[in-house]
């Protein structure tokens, strides 16, 4: 079956020096200390580095040079006037060597010096959404190019952003707080192929409005997107309202039956009719997950129809899916 993609705005070209295949580097770093005393990185600080970052409160000592190889802004800042105190805002000097206090993720930032500077770094695996999101910040920020190619490269792998990707949903959005900032990051990225099942998966999310939950979630999210998210369930379920009695298998009853006999003795409209006369149970289940109930009736057809009906109701199980998805992004308004 072919991948069904949406219609979202042109992305901005990127270089793609850097392919998942090759060699990249990253490991879990330690979030910032809370005192407020700086601290050198336990990896990223190079004793013969000719540049200090400052970032929350790690001291990041590096090689100038490096860095201004693979991000034009880095190249610029390097040639800012070095004066006053680290804190003043601007570039400063600690220990003798100018430093620029950045208002960044120290955790974002050393997981992109793993990729540009050496040191012994254990090999990429399977990196979080977070991890990604937080580097492809970092390297779109100060146009890191390659590295944002890399860690675009992944978020396509890790993100759901097709009808094909659906399977995905209920693994990376596990949790309603990371479909949230999920949602937050595509916005200020500007990624928005993954804007509109990021909103259908926290909308239809079955934890969502349990406390803990629903209060993270409302923080992450301002108020627009959190109409956004009313707004859209309640159109989906408008749709799916109005269209699923016309799926074939809970069609009104009176419909013309089928005729051709079953293994079990009754006809294959005989068989039917109970879905037609009481299709509760089946309209729930579409209603619950719209998208995830219409896959598994393509993917794992009804047994109780003959060869002809079962591929009416795959057909039309499949026809409703790929308009539900392609109207994400009118329920939703985006």
Known sequence: MSTLTLQVPQLRRMPSELSMSDSATVVDHEPSPPQSKLVKHPVHYYPDGNFIFVVENYIFRVYKGLLAQRSEVMHDLFNLPQDGKVGDGDQAFLDGVPAVTLEDSAEAFANVLDIILPGKIRPIESPSFDKLAGMYRISDKYLINDIRQW??????????????????????????????????????????????????????????????????????????????????????????????????????????????????????????????TDPKDLIVRVCKLPLEELSRRVTHPTNKCCTKCTLEVIDHANLLREELFVNLVEFFWL
């Open 151 to 276: 860690a675009l490269s992944w978020l396509n792998e890790v993100l759901p952003s097709t009808l094909d990707d659906l399977w995905k949903v209920p693994k990376v959005y596990a949790e309603p707080a990371t479909a949230a900032r999920a949602i937050r990051f595509a916005q200020e990225v500007d990624l928005p192929q993954f804007l509109p099942l990021a909103f259908y998966a926290l909308a239809y999310h079955r934890d969502l409005y349990d406390p803990e939950n629903f209060d993270v979630v409302w923080r992450t999210l301002p108020r627009y997107d959190q109409l956004r998210l009313h707004r859209g369930r309640r159109r989906m379920q408008e749709e799916v309202l109005s269209r699923v009695c016309s799926l074939p298998d809970l069609g009104l009853q009176g419909r013309q039956a089928c005729a051709t006999p079953l293994v079990n003795g009754q006809t294959c409209g005989k068989t039917r009719q109970k879905g037609w």
